[in-house]
């Protein structure tokens, strides 16, 4: 029969691709039906059971090359295939590298009970749900289907809104509502598009479409919807409204997974779409709108961070100005240097990750000792809580892009694109964005050196203060991990502006 | 014939934007929720229309009735102040503007769908190429829970999300249902109706191989016996403190995962169900999601747990 | 056209009769309890002759049967969800319509 | 004009009226009627396609796609109004508090 015929021979090593989406798809329900028994060494074992199986998955990739499963042996564009390249693990690695370490803290904070959340049983509900989240996450980033990745960012959606709510006050539960609201309408365009890439391409595979010649004069609005619906749930500017309070509002952990991650897989999809799936469809006017947005994000990002009151509200806002960066590289993907800024992106993504994840960390562990986070009212923190502060700094050295972070030498590749594609206003833009988030970072770098106060701390554990400083040092340390990431991201990457001849495909 | 048919199409198409917009327009909550239901049913019309009765059934089922109950459920919560609370909007300016970009977006999208070739196949052919191999008659259900088996699972994982979703949040004071006696005339209606039903069910678990049905279909309309219990007071709103009542919820999930898995012990790929068994898996699958989504839906409607220590306060006397 | 769809063309326009002039009753009656009257009975009598129609233009026992069913069920849901509104409306104090 | 152009066109519509009514709605209510409006237009579009095949048959792939983004968005739904209600009943009890608070000032 034909479906025998196009069945590979059973390769002699596992398909870690396949056990990296279903091991955290199965541990999810286990650790919901587990309740609170056992739940710590069940959670422990799953975490890292699922980080082992994406290591094992990045050195299959890394010695063997691009991996690709037929799930249910059809192959597209019938079935659905997973497709793992090296940009796929390296955003792997980042779920993987940022979701254990905020796990750590997550068991800590979720086991305070009456701080974070209302009840004591926060880590019953947190596990099932970030379970979830990073099988949606790693399901995202393997998927190779259209429609799939529909479903996939779904599973990431509810799942994140879930979280959001987790904190049970009233602020946060509208935030969470909000911010689903905004997803579905976001999800519902993505899908109008794939309806209208369907229906005149007749395949749902990203490969086939790739390699199809687009219908013409049905590609552009179809990009145009998919665009908009991952906007809204990237939260590009003008359409992150939902973003500040949702990610301010949420526990420590879930605006730390929230800022780091979530936001990373509605922009991937979009990443994907635009340089592999519909290469060259989208007019240069329109990879400069999302340039000109993404200038405003920064912008009124930053601006709001300049003026927040609150901790975890500057951070948040900080996170819409960051994610402007991302949309800066459109236009210069198709010029001269282009895969550089295309890989400077990924290295910025990932780097952003472990710097805003670190960042909310240690925010939320000021918040949980001076019982507030009212910026105002942190008079000589540096000194009551220096191993806080000490996280706070080394995030905000990796956020402002200073050196050894990964996000100095993004920006640095990002700025030398623009340069050589005779775009020079986006360097204006990147320095400029530096030097707003210096000032916002300074804002709270500043309490140190005020006069301390006598207000009473509540003590912080040691294991949430260890993981906050943790991520803090990776983030810093991944600007000498550039070279390798690169080297990875060059397995299967796209052919942008004809200059991605190295890679093996 | 023809004119009546088209007769018939504009009308149907003239009523569900009617509809739509009525939705949104109306000043009562209530009159809104009550055109959305009918906006449902009037949906599944078209479903039938466009020869998807799969479709039908499900949004009759779901689409309008299990919505339709918990809009209404919800409202009944609301009911102290929200409903004719007056809903400040843009300025008349500023809907003019958002109703010009949103009919500009409209004609842009209409002007693609106009360009569409009038003969596509899609991959239709495809699927009835490898109808035979896929152990289930009905293309859409071979579709479902073969061709694209792990679209299904990642939605059974959606559908699970949103249990623990409702789940997660704190118990809730106060009444989950109206606790108004349900009477001889109803009582004895669901007396009848509750074996009825589960038979349907049955039927269209069955049937989904070969003809319009399957797991959603089914779990749905058992999900309806299931409320209907539930608002007649027959059951306690499940609140998901047994071990026994999660791992209902899981069931189909994670028996979709172990097949996916315990087929690649055969060397074949995840989810790859071999041809002499398909038939026999797609059916064990889909009696165990019918279970697994009836109860999701369930809970799903009863929205949350109660507070055990504030029983509920409005009980009837 | 043979005799036995001519029946049915009888039947279901006589049924579609029935339910205008239910939905007429609908929109004229001028309380709650007489829109009852005219959506019950008026509607499940045009229903029963519609079904009819259709099993009639099947030909097939085994359709006819499950129309069969299906007219009971909508009878029976019919039948409940009549009495529920009226009840409910008692309950909220609707007083009966009553000749001016 | 064909059967697909009608109903695709008509999906488009619904579209519209929803996105119109979820922007210039406030009420969460309607807001989340308005979404399920979108979807139920999305979807039409979907399946409006799906009748195109020159055997007259359909195309089974985007029905179970709808099946799939119907259930998808009534979990969706669910858990909004999950939180709607939460945040209902959170209002009702801070204003029986505080009518509690104000027989206690008062007694």
């Known amino acids: 029969m034909a479906r025998r015929e196009r069945t590979r021979p059973v390769p002699a090593d596992a398909p870690w691709i396949v056990w990296t989406v279903v091991l955290p798809l199965l541990a999810a329900p286990v650790a919901f039906v587990l309740g609170r028994r056992g739940l710590a060494p069940f959670a422990a074992a799953s975490s890292l059971g699922v980080a082992a199986s994406v290591a094992a998955l990045a050195w299959q990739v890394a010695a063997q090359g691009v991996q690709r499963h037929r799930l249910g042996g059809w192959g597209a564009p019938l079935g659905i295939e997973l497709h793992a390249d090296g940009l796929s693990v390296l955003m792997l690695v980042m779920t993987a590298v940022t979701g254990v370490v905020v796990s750590l803290h997550a068991h800590g904070t979720f086991g305070l009970g009456g701080h974070e959340t209302r009840e004591p049983s926060g880590r019953a509900r947190f596990w099932p749900l970030w379970l979830f989240l990073w099988g949606g996450l790693n399901a ?116 730390a997974l929230l800022s780091g991650l979530v936001v990373k897989a509605s922009f991937y999809v979009l990443w994907r779409l635009w340089f592999q799936a519909f290469p060259g469809v989208a007019p240069f006017e329109a990879s400069m709108l999302l340039a000109v947005l993404g200038t405003g994000a920064i912008v009124w990002g930053s601006v709001q961070a300049l003026q927040a009151t609150r901790l975890k509200s500057l951070v948040a806002y900080s996170t819409v100005a960051q994610l402007g960066y991302l949309f800066l590289v459109f236009p210069l993907v198709g010029g001269p240097g282009g895969l550089a800024a295309w890989q400077a992106c990924a290295v910025f993504a990932v780097s952003h990750a472990f710097a805003k994840a670190a960042f909310f960390m240690a925010a939320g562990n000021i918040r949980l000792a001076a019982g507030h986070d009212r910026i105002a009212d942190l008079d000589g923190i540096g000194a009551r809580l220096p191993r806080s502060f000490f996280a ?79 991520l803090a040092v990776i983030a810093l340390a991944t600007g000498l991990f550039v070279a390798p990431a690169l080297d990875l991201l060059a397995i299967g990457a796209p052919d942008v502006a004809g200059l991605g001849q190295d890679g093996p495909r | ?45 078209a479903w039938a229309r466009l020869d998807a009765v799969d479709l039908g059934l499900v949004e009759a089922a779901v689409g309008a009735g299990l919505t339709g109950a918990l809009l209404l459920n919800t409202l009944g919560h609301m009911r102290s102040q929200a409903e004719f609370t007056p809903e400040p909007s843009h300025g008349p300016g500023g809907r003019l503007a958002l109703a010009l970009a949103a009919g500009t977006a409209g004609l842009a999208i209409g002007a693609a769908v106009w360009a569409w070739p009038d003969a596509f196949a899609g991959l239709g052919d495809r699927v009835d190429t490898h109808l035979a191999e896929s152990g289930a008659q009905n293309p859409v259900t071979a579709v479902l829970l073969n061709f694209r088996a792990y679209d299904t699972l990642l939605e059974i994982g959606v559908l699970v999300v949103a249990v623990v979703a409702v789940w997660a949040l704190s118990p809730m004071r106060g009444r989950v249902l109206d606790a108004d006696p349900p009477g001889l005339v109803l009582a004895g209606f669901v007396h009848l109706l509750v074996p009825v039903v589960v038979l349907v069910a049955g039927y269209l678990l069955w049937m989904g191989t070969d003809a319009p049905g399957g797991a959603f279909q089914a779990g749905a309309v058992l999900a309806a016996a299931g409320v209907l219990l539930l608002i007649t007071g027959r059951v306690a709103p499940p609140q998901l403190q047994a071990i026994v009542e999660r791992g209902a919820v899981v069931l189909g999930l994670v028996a979709f995962l172990a097949v996916g898995v315990a087929v690649m012990a055969g060397g074949h790929a995840f989810l790859e169900l071999p041809d002499a068994w398909a038939t026999t898996l797609i059916l064990l699958l889909e009696s165990l999601l019918t279970i697994s989504i009836a109860i999701v839906l369930v809970i799903l409607f009863a929205g949350g747990r109660t507070d055990a220590a504030h029983p509920p306060e409005d009980a009837a006397p | 056209m043979p005799v036995v769809d001519l029946l049915a063309l009888v039947l279901m326009l006589t049924g579609a009769a029935f339910f205008f002039a239910g939905t007429v009753g609908l929109l004229r009656f001028p309380d709650v309890y007489c829109r009852l009257h005219a959506l019950t009975k008026v509607d499940n009598l045009g229903l029963g002759f519609v079904l009819a129609g259709l099993a ?45 | 004009m064909t059967l697909t152009l009608w109903y695709a066109l008509t999906g488009v519509a619904l579209l519209v009226v929803g996105v119109y009514g979820l922007v210039s709605r406030v009420h969460v209510l309607r807001q989340i009627m308005a979404v399920n409006i979108v979807g139920a237009g999305v979807f039409l579009v979907l399946v409006a396609g799906a009748h195109r095949r020159p055997s007259g048959a359909i195309d089974p792939v985007p029905h179970a796609m709808v099946l799939t983004g119907i259930v998808v968005a009534v979990s969706a739904t669910a858990v909004a109004l999950a939180f709607a209600r939460r945040l209902r009943a959170d209002a009702d009890e801070r204003t029986d508090g505080a009518a509690r608070e104000d027989e206690a000032r008062a007694g």
């Open chain 1, 140 to 255: 995202v980033f393997l998927s190779a289907d259209l429609f799939n990745l529909f479903v996939s960012l779904e599973l990431v959606t509810l799942s994140a809104v879930a979280l959001v709510a987790l904190a049970a006050t009233r602020v946060a539960v509208a935030a969470a509502l909000q911010y689903l609201l905004a997803a579905m309408l976001g999800s519902l365009l993505y899908l109008l598009g794939v309806a209208l890439v369907y229906a005149t391409e007749g395949t749902l595979s990203l490969d086939e479409l790739a390699r199809g010649a687009p219908h013409a004069s049905v590609a552009p609005p179809a990009l145009a919807l998919l665009t908009i619906g991952l906007a809204l749930k990237t939260a590009l500017f003008p359409l992150h409204f939902w973003l500040p309070p949702a990610h301010a509002n949420a526990p420590t952990p879930v605006s």
């Open chain 1, 392 to 470: 706070v700094g080394l995030a905000s050295v990796a956020l402002m892009g200073l050196p050894p972070s990964g996000t100095f030498v993004a920006k640095w590749m990002m700025m030398r694109a623009a340069l050589e594609s005779g775009q020079a206003w986006l360097m204006v833009v990147m320095l400029l964005g530096g030097l707003f988030s210096a000032g916002y970072c300074f804002r709270v770098l500043a309490r140190a050196f005020t006069p301390p106060t006598d207000t009473p701390l509540q003590p912080v554990p040691g294991s949430l203060d260890a993981a906050a400083l943790a």
């Open chain 2, 1 to 45: 014939m023809t004119a009546i048919l088209w007769a018939f199409d504009v009308v149907l198409a003239v009523t569900l934007v009617a509809l739509a917009a009525g939705v949104l327009a109306t000043a009562s909550l209530f009159r809104s929720i009550v055109l959305f239901i009918v906006f449902g049913l009037t949906m599944s019309i």
């Open chain 3, 56 to 100: 009639l233009r099947s030909g097939l026992l085994t359709v006819a049967l499950k129309l069969l069913l299906i007219w009971l069920l909508v009878l029976l849901a019919s039948t409940t969800a009549c009495h529920l509104s009226a009840r409910a409306a008692r309950h909220l104090g609707v007083e009966p319509w009553r000749r001016a």
